[in-house]
């Protein structure tokens, strides 16, 4: 099966502009995950859905950070507008059942 | 708090030494406790979870809940072992995933 699928897979932007991440997960997996990985650290969950509704998004800077699933397939993160803290790579999982997330590529963003 | 802590980012070990990357976490209740991977140029995967107690390439990890702890092992390390450890907790019904650092773990020739 196609695993998960991300883009774009780098980004470099300006401080103050805007970036948006897309994220198609594996068919048939109602949950999806976006994560923020910094440099170093391990892997640091920014929003959780389940199909189109939002199951988590306490860790999401919501005052920069949105996402949305809206027909509960296809995922966009964005971020407007970026800061320096914001470099990091953006992992985006999803998973069937309750227990073995799968996950893509990842986009590396760098802000600049 | 929920806390997960691999004391180590860093393990070098020679090809056919034993290896143990070292995991320790902070949760009042029962959890779950994972294992990801992920090797150089590929994506974070799934290596093992203590509720299969399976062995996976040759790893295996036991949950001790006396000291708080989920180590994952291996006899004789080989140097596809090479790659980045993360040890994950999952404490709540979300099954939302608490990680760790990461370790890094080098197999010498």
């Known amino acids: 099966e196609a695993g998960v699928a991300q883009s774009p897979r780098y980004k470099i932007i300006e401080k103050r502009q805007s970036v948006a991440f897309w994220c198609n997960p594996i068919?048939?997996?109602?949950?999806l995950y976006w994560y923020q990985q910094i440099l170093g650290q391990g892997p640091k969950l920014l929003i959780q859905f389940q199909n189109n509704g939002v199951v988590d998004d306490s860790q999401l800077p919501k005052d920069r950070f949105s996402a949305e699933r809206l027909k509960g397939v296809d995922s966009t993160l964005k971020i407007q507008p970026a800061k320096l803290e914001d470099s990091a790579v953006y992992l985006c999982a999803s998973s069937f059942s309750v227990d073995t997330q799968y996950f893509g590529p990842g986009t590396r963003l760098t802000v600049l | 708090a929920q806390r997960v802590t691999q004391p180590e980012k860093l393990l070098s070990v020679f090809k056919g030494a034993p290896v143990e990357l070292k995991c320790n976490y902070s949760y009042s209740g029962s959890p779950e406790l994972f294992w990801y991977v992920q090797y150089s140029r590929q994506r974070l995967q799934l290596l093992l979870r203590h509720i299969s107690r399976e062995s996976i390439k040759g790893f295996t990890a036991d949950l001790n809940k006396g000291e708080t702890s989920f180590h994952l092992k291996k006899p004789f390390a080989q140097e596809e072992d090479s790659a980045m450890y993360y040890c994950?907790?999952?404490?709540?019904?979300?099954?939302?995933?608490?990680w760790g650092a990461g370790t890094k773990l080098i197999i010498k020739p």
């Open positions: 068919s048939g997996h109602a949950t």
């Open positions: 994950a907790l999952s404490a709540d019904s979300n099954y939302q995933l608490i």
